[in-house]
């Protein structure tokens, strides 16, 4: 599948084909480049006019089709977040909630009037701290609030981390867990010596000192407070361990670990009423806390609290305190400029107020009638899996049953939520940005605690889901889910079936079922083999000649893609194009095989498969990721990969010995 400028020239001397030149004000034939035959590359000839009017903007390593779809999710939450804010809907309701903390979020005016007043009472009560007793006190408020920090950029919570998770002993139930934490920058970068890190401990500094100078008003003792918070944090650094040395102890045993910390009074602050037995995981790092909260001064940990306090507000708070913030952020991260409020408000209504937001988001943009729409091409693409599933003659009965079991048992959810909580208790108000994501932390953290003594549901309601985003397959509880089913930048509803089933990321996730992975788990989502030994290693055959195709493509002079690494999402393009292309050919539009936009059904599915994948890389960021040996195959691989293993591709662009996309049908590989 090389393809050289010599090509080019060649395919502009014979002409276009016949059925480029058919095409007229279609959007699939918008995107073609007519200059390159789909016989040498199906992918530069399906999306190459799309790649020329798309070029990879300077400040992102990769630019596809799925950033187009971002942004359009981001412009449409803006517009459903406008709405919200200019109605006074009913408490609890999804309107009132994205609308307060639009109205308070965008309101930059008040914001910055405000200033740091909102965090009046919190920094009163650091003021008033007279022991560690006190001191911990102000850390379970801040823990409360929790979730303000589980952000991309600030990774650690106050002085140490905590929560309720799964308990991995014992699925059914929830175990409460402490981790080490407390630190502004990585563990080892206190101590670090190179360039880079030295640039970022600069900055970090830097950042202390203005918040200091900001908080004190004296540069003398803004200095002095920023070296003492400086040193406290390397000390806590210092006390880190490497890694994750879990030990289930009983609460009493707490008392011996870090016997400093009052944990009943500490646990009762942050609402837990009963609580027999904590997962820590760095023991060591708690022994080391301990003797740091006795050895260094009341007063270094006081403004230690005060220097968290305004970081995890930061992105809340007026543009003064916001842009230190981002200074030192972009000293990490490398990024130039905040990106609008606008944007950063969207942000963190998905992350934090994911529930509402996604249900205003699927009641404006997927009708009733796209979902059931899609529904049925959901439910066509897994009969037409069942049916392959069925035929297959290299898998014994026993495993075929139980794979037909799993695709029957195979939830599929497409758009959110479908289930609804009670958020009537939530109290935000139009007063002020930071206090309603403080407010709605708070909410968050105690629903979540009190559900530490209650065993879990598997039907519960994701409270942050993804919206318009990407669609994902979850092993655990066999389930896809679709947040958004229309293909990208196709709001139109009269989408012909050639579009939605070539477009469509559900035959990808579906087959992610039965996939390398998928396959050793059943159809409740537990870890179990139910393969006999003969069809593991039949499986086995048929997934290797599919490891060995994607080892010999090269997508840059040298560097190979890598079979194995690549494997599963492989098998999950080319099972998923393979029966949603089965599903396909039930439909009227294939069996009258009628023209549209010049193009026959098959030439637009195939078409529409590649326009969901439009996308390309800068040559260093595509090596990287060649080298690092991710999980997905470049974007160009992943359409002229798969498409070359399907016999319906050679009838549809008339591909022949000798062409370049063409491979001998001994080569093609099938799974199922
Ligand atoms: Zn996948």
């Not at 080892?188 to 890190?197: E, I």
């Not at 709605?440 to 039907?459: G, M, Q, V, Y």
């Amino acid at each position: 599948m090389s393809f050289t400028s010599i090509t080019v020239l060649l395919s502009l001397a014979m002409g276009a084909p016949s059925w480029a030149s058919q095409a007229a004000q279609d959007f699939l034939s918008a995107n073609i480049d007519p200059t390159v035959s789909p016989r040498e590359d199906f992918f530069r000839y399906a999306s190459g006019e799309w790649l020329r009017r798309n070029p990879i903007p300077e400040d992102k390593a990769r630019w596809g089709i799925w950033n187009v779809a971002s942004d359009e999710t981001y412009a449409r939450l803006r517009t459903i977040s406008e709405k919200a804010a200019a109605r006074m809907a009913y408490r609890g309701s999804a309107e009132q909630l994205i609308g307060d903390v639009w109205a308070t979020g965008m309101d930059s005016a008040a914001i910055n009037k405000q200033g740091l007043a909102p965090l009046k009472l919190d920094l009163d009560r650091i003021a008033e701290v007279r022991s560690i007793r006190d001191l911990i006190d102000v850390v379970a408020m801040l823990h409360r609030r929790n979730m303000l920090t589980d952000n991309y950029f600030v990774r650690q919570r106050v002085l140490f981390d905590d929560g309720v998770e799964r308990d991995e002993i014992d699925s059914n139930q929830r175990i409460y867990s402490l981790s080490q934490g407390g630190l502004t920058m990585g563990r080892l970068a206190y101590s670090a010596t190179d360039s880079p890190r030295v640039k970022v401990q600069n900055a970090f500094r830097e950042y202390l000192f203005r918040t200091f100078l900001r908080l004190h008003g004296d540069r003398g003792k803004a200095r002095a407070s920023a070296d003492a918070v400086y040193d406290l944090e390397s000390r806590l650094a210092a006390g880190s361990e490497h890694g994750d040395m879990s030990r289930r102890m009983r609460t009493a045993d707490l008392g011996q670990l870090a016997p400093t910390i009052d944990w009943n009074r500490y646990f009762q602050q942050i609402g837990v009423t009963r609580i027999d037995a904590v997962d820590v995981r760095q023991p060591g790092f708690f022994r080391a806390l301990d003797s740091l909260l006795r050895a260094a001064s009341l007063e270094t940990w006081k403004d230690y609290l005060r220097f968290w306090l305004i970081k995890v507000n930061a992105p809340f708070l007026d543009d003064g305190t916001y842009g230190e913030f981002f200074a030192y952020k972009s000293a990490v991260t490398g990024q130039s400029q905040p990106e609008p409020r606008w944007r950063r408000v969207v942000w963190q209504e998905k992350n934090w107020l994911g529930l509402p937001l996604a249900k205003l988001y699927l009641d404006a943009e997927i009708p009733p009638n796209a979902r059931s729409r899609y529904r049925s091409v959901a439910e066509a693409i897994r009969e037409a899996f069942r049916e392959r599933v069925e035929h297959s003659d290299w898998i014994s009965d026993s495993t075929k049953d139980s794979a037909i079991h799993k695709l029957g048992r195979l939830r599929i959810t497409i758009g959110y939520p479908e289930r609804w909580i009670d958020f009537r208790t939530m109290p935000l108000r139009r007063d002020s940005y930071v206090l309603n994501m403080i407010r709605s932390a708070e909410w968050f953290h105690d629903r979540e605690i009190k559900s530490l003594n209650t065993p879990i549901d598997k039907e519960e309601v994701d409270l942050h889901p993804s919206i318009g985003g990407d669609a994902e397959y979850l092993h655990s509880s066999n389930e896809v889910r679709v947040p958004d089913p229309v293909p990208p930048g196709l709001r139109d509803q009269q989408l012909d079936d050639a579009t939605v089933y070539g477009a469509t990321w559900l035959g990808h996730e579906i087959a992610h079922a039965l996939d390398s992975e998928g396959r050793y788990y059943d159809a409740s989502g537990n870890r179990v083999d139910w393969w006999t030994a003969a069809d593991a290693a039949a499986f086995e055959k048929r997934t290797q000649g599919l490891v060995d195709q994607y080892n010999e493509l090269m997508p840059l002079e040298g560097l190979h893609v890598d079979g194995r690494s690549t494997l599963r999402e492989n098998m999950a393009d080319l099972v998923g194009l393979r029966i949603a292309l089965d599903a396909f050919k039930k439909t009227e539009q294939f069996k009258k095989n009628v023209r549209v936009g010049g193009f026959t059904p098959l030439q637009r599915f195939f078409l529409a498969y590649a326009y969901a994948r439009m996308g390309h890389e800068r040559p260093e960021s595509l090596a990287a990721r060649l080298r690092g040996r991710g999980a997905y195959a470049p974007d160009r691989e992943r359409v002229n990969g798969v498409v070359a293993n399907i016999a319906e591709f050679y009838e549809a662009f008339d591909v022949q010995p000798g062409d370049p996309m063409y491979r001998p049908e001994r080569a093609r590989v099938q799974v199922w």
